[in-house]
């Protein structure tokens, strides 16, 4: 028993492990965008259920010792796949298209190992229950989600901060070897005492009939919702409550849980408790949803919605073990909760930014798991069905007055790969009417409506901030000056532009552009000449031909997901190619729970260069705080008496790994953990 048991352990740990491994690998080939996750997302969500549906078909069609010398041999093939270090070939060159490149990357690098780790935990508790009759395989499956849970909480605490990308593949490619011979072992093990294939299996049904339809239906609506709960939560609290870093990793532990404590056996899910405390649950999410006085705390949103998560999966993994079937089926059990969790995934990741123009699926998830409630509670003593068509009206009530609200001062909403944006107009034409543009819960800048405030520098860019004061000190001059921006927003920093000057936006987000040009008019109204290349800007930089920037701003870091990929040693080399011998690159490092000065401090020292921080306090009026860095290889550039009145010489702390495209540690830069 205890050779199944560590099987399933270390098969389920790789699995969950080998995820953000493999993605942190490719983020700097690809743009570290969120189209790069959505992506990889979709090919672990695929695999893992062909690997479901294989370790089915093997189990129902074919006899345990084909079984083995089947699954046995593609485990010692998979061996040849390894290391799983992505080969250069797959890197790319910018014609082709991205998502097919990186499917056939991670099918190239971890497909086979990948599908073969996904097959084990179903596969290993059939041959636990035909090597032990009468034990309860299912508890199997809780250990197996604490291995995930682990690798979970393990990856950004204590292998990441510590160990570089590459040896991370390297290390995980040598504990793959080592579960190859554990699942082998498991499964030579498991043929023990089965020489008849069939009488085991009766034995195992002991009578119950195969499970029919309607019940896998309902396995799969069940393992749905939970899906579409956890990916629902983790997009509302990380992008409309609050841009945390590691945030995500609250709810995906509570998701974890749930499946650990149902399956564990042990009674933890009280059915009559849960089915009345998730009626209330939620109506109170729906009600923290739609109400803007509760929108905005992070304290209230996050208790809220942590609890209900915890609520909700509760009851329907729960209601998953009540009625999980006889072990001869779990596989086809098994199969069924993964294609619920692939089509709760692909509807919160593909179908809902191509159908909803905002961040509306949450409020559509608990109107779902309403109805969910109320047809498992139908047969319950009254009061359970009452309570769950109360849930059901409050939540279709709270979701209809979120929409109305949100267009309360919504003038244009859109949704794409990269998230939902909204331009908001608030306040009255005589008294200062301003748009601004929302990403997530993040402001990308803002601009006053009134003829004589239209041109107005504004924001994180005002006369006062490092970006505004170091263009400033170049005007007036003889000849004009080229300035490279990472991140479009509004286009605010167009407003610094004079006549012959050249300002080049790179923007990855086409959405934004489209705002940006229709929306607000800082773009059309700059004297100078706006350049607008679309794509991941490193990418671009790249390919293109020294630009020649006497100021390239990058301008990328004001959410939980920056992008890493821009603020390394290697982008910064890229950067300097592109640069005047006397240019400044300025890094905007505005951030709330980031402190990333001693990262940009690192890395000018890395490379020899001066830097300046400039922080304002945004006392200027329409100016908001901000922090900015500025580096040049001539220390002359920063003495600008504007620059120096304002600014700081920082030296690097010499005790900072400087990050790479192989190693970053968001942990150090966290303000709380300093």
Not at 366 to 389: D, F, G, I, N, T
Not at 525 to 533: F, N
Not at 555 to 567: E, K
Request: charged share 15%; glycine share 6%; hydrophobic share 50%.
């Amino acid at each position: 028993m205890p050779l199944f048991a560590l099987t399933i352990f270390t098969s389920a740990f790789l699995l969950f492990l080998v995820q953000p491994i493999i993605a942190k690998q490719i983020l700097p080939w690809f743009g570290g965008s969120a189209a790069v996750w959505a992506t990889c997302l979709v090919f672990f969500q695929t695999t893992l259920l062909l690997g479901y549906a294989y370790a089915d078909f093997v189990v129902r069609r074919l006899r345990p010792r084909t079984q083995v010398k089947l699954h046995v041999a593609l485990l010692v093939v998979s061996l040849a796949t390894l290391p799983i270090v992505p080969a250069a070939l797959f890197k790319p060159i910018g014609t082709e298209n991205p998502i097919f490149l990186i499917l056939g990357l991670l099918v190239a690098t971890i497909g086979l190992p990948y599908f073969l780790l996904s097959t084990t935990s179903p596969l290993v508790q059939a041959w636990f229950a035909r090597r032990f009759p009468g034990r309860n395989p299912y508890r199997l499956f809780a250990l197996s989600n604490l291995a995930s849970l682990l690798a979970l909480l393990g990856y950004p605490l204590v292998l990441e901060p510590w160990i570089a990308t590459h040896a991370q593949a390297w290390g995980w490619s040598l504990a793959y070897g080592l579960v190859v011979g554990l699942v082998g072992a498991a499964a030579f093990a498991s043929l023990k005492g089965a020489n008849d294939a069939a009488a085991a299996d009766n034995a195992a049904t002991a009578g119950e009939p195969p499970p029919a339809v309607a019940r896998q239906i309902l396995w799969c609506a069940l393992a749905a919702t939970g899906s579409l709960l956890l990916l629902a939560v983790s997009n509302h609290i990380t992008q409309n409550v609050a841009s945390v870093p590691l945030l995500w990793i609250v709810p995906l532990t509570i998701y974890l849980v749930t499946f650990i404590l149902t399956f564990d056996g042990k009674g933890w899910y009280k059915r009559d408790l849960f089915l009345a405390v998730l009626s209330a649950t939620l109506g109170v999410m729906a009600w923290s949803i739609a109400d803007p006085d509760l929108t905005n705390k992070l304290a209230i949103q996050m208790a809220v919605f942590c609890i209900g998560l915890f609520v909700a999966c509760m009851f329907c993994h729960g209601e998953l073990v009540r009625l999980k079937p006889a072990p001869a089926y779990l596989t086809r059990f098994y199969l069924m909760v993964a294609l619920g969790g692939a089509l709760g995934s692909a509807f919160v990741g593909i179908v809902a930014p191509m159908l909803l123009p905002a961040n509306f699926e949450l409020n559509g998830v608990l109107v779902v798991c309403a109805l969910l409630l109320l047809w498992q509670a139908r047969r319950e003593p009254v009061v359970y069905p009452a309570l769950a068509v109360a849930a059901l009206i409050t939540t279709v009530g709270c979701a209809a007055w979120a929409v109305l609200e949100f267009y309360q001062t919504t003038i244009v909403a859109t949704r794409n790969f990269y998230g939902v944006l909204r331009v908001q107009q608030v306040g009255d034409v005589d008294n200062g009417q301003r748009r601004q543009l929302i990403h997530g819960n993040i402001m990308h800048g803002k601009q006053y409506m009134r003829e004589d405030l239209k041109r107005e520098a504004t924001s994180y860019y005002s006369p006062n901030s490092g970006i505004g004061r170091l263009i400033e000190g170049m005007h007036p001059r003889k000849d004009p000056i080229k300035v490279g921006v990472i991140g479009l927003g509004t286009g605010t920093i167009a407003t610094y532009g004079a006549k012959g000057d050249i300002y080049r936006f790179y923007d990855i987000n086409p959405g934004i552009v489209d705002i940006a040009k229709r929306d607000f008019s800082y773009l059309n109204d700059s004297d100078a000449t706006i350049e607008l290349p679309l794509g991941d800007a490193r990418l671009s930089l790249e390919r293109e031909p020294p630009q020649n920037f006497d100021v390239l701003a990058i301008d990328a870091f004001s959410s939980d997901a920056i992008p890493v990929h821009l603020i390394t040693r290697e982008a910064l080399q890229v950067y300097l190619r592109h640069m005047k011998p006397d240019g400044v690159i300025a890094f905007h490092v505005s951030n709330l729970y980031l402190d990333l000065v001693p990262v940009v401090e690192a890395l000018a020292h890395e490379l020899d260069l001066h830097a300046l921080w400039i922080s304002d306090d945004g006392s200027l009026p329409f100016a908001n705080s901000s922090n900015w860095v500025l580096l040049a290889k001539d220390p002359a550039r920063l003495s600008d008496p504007k620059l120096q009145e304002a600014g700081t010489n920082i030296s690097a702390r010499r005790d900072w790994r400087v990050w790479t495209d192989d190693f970053n540690n968001l942990l150090q830069v966290l303000k709380s953990a300093r």
